[in-house]
């Protein structure tokens, strides 16, 4: 039985969601799932393991689970675990990032991290973030939200998390370009391609505060009744 609801938020790159569901999560009280840190993991585990990107198209599922991606609960969230020691910083590296979506969408890859993350909602209290939360992973999940914002914002706010405040057009060109390559790996993918789930209320942060949408996010799960 679950102890209390699933709160999924998926979106595009930049959109905002690891950040809000972060803060929607410690206002609940509840934890924060970020998936997107089991993937990079598991791109961050195959780079270490010095097996050529050509060769994990052939990878099967033990294959993947082998490579030991774990999660440890905190009490608002998760460490994200690889050989043994907790990752933070080395998941968004360049190296983790321009390949990451590659290795998503790998069947395999997919199906070797589905059961870490249902076990991390199945006592509910949950703030799961990603691409497939409220589709694949979570599809009853109580509240659902899909973060959209515009392609120029969400790379302004890439820059930003990378210490570049005043970006030149050329910095927002280079940014946006690879925002948009790895939104269009990730929507025209064949398995579990990132995709509005039907039930999902959708938020468009482009004009929106941080904790406008954060309220907003933490006002539909109270509102469960
Ligand atoms: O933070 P950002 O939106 O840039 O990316 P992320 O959430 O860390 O996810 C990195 C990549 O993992 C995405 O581009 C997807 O390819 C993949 N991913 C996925 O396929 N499914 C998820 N539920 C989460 C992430």
């Known amino acids: 039985m679950s102890n209390?609801?699933?709160v999924t938020l998926d979106g595009p790159a930049g959109s905002g969601k690891s950040s809000t569901a972060r803060a929607v999560?410690?206002?609940l009280g509840f934890r924060h799932l970020d998936s997107g840190a089991l993937y990079r993991a598991l791109t961050l585990a195959l780079l270490e393991s010095g097996l050529a990107e050509e060769e994990w198209d052939g990878l099967d599922e033990d294959a993947m689970r082998a490579l030991d991606v774990r999660l440890a609960p905190r009490p608002d969230g998760f460490d994200v675990i690889v050989g043994g020691r907790?990752?933070?910083e080395e998941l968004r590296s360049a190296e983790v990032t321009s390949r990451v979506a590659h290795l998503a969408g790998l069947a395999p890859s997919r199906a070797s991290?589905?059961?870490l993350q249902r076990a991390?909602?199945?006592h509910g209290r949950l703030v799961a973030d990603g691409r497939d939360m409220g589709t694949a992973?979570?599809?009853d999940a109580d509240v659902k939200?899909?973060?959209v914002a515009d392609l120029d914002e969400r790379a302004r706010r890439r820059l930003r998390d990378e210490g570049v405040d005043e970006p030149t057009s050329e910095d927002l060109e280079r940014q946006s370009e690879a925002i948009a390559g790895r939104d269009l790996a990730d929507s025209e993918r064949e398995h579990?391609?990132?995709r509005m789930p039907d039930d999902a209320h959708l938020i468009d942060t482009t004009r929106l505060g941080f904790e406008e949408q954060v309220d907003a996010i933490v006002a539909l799960v109270e509102g469960l009744g």
């Open 86 to 88: 907790v990752v933070v």
């Open 120 to 122: 991390a909602g199945a």
């Open 25 to 27: 999560a410690r206002r």
């Open 137 to 139: 992973v979570f599809p």
């Open 145 to 147: 939200v899909y973060l």
């Open 4 to 6: 209390g609801p699933v």
């Open 192 to 194: 579990s391609p990132l």
């Open 113 to 115: 991290l589905l059961s």
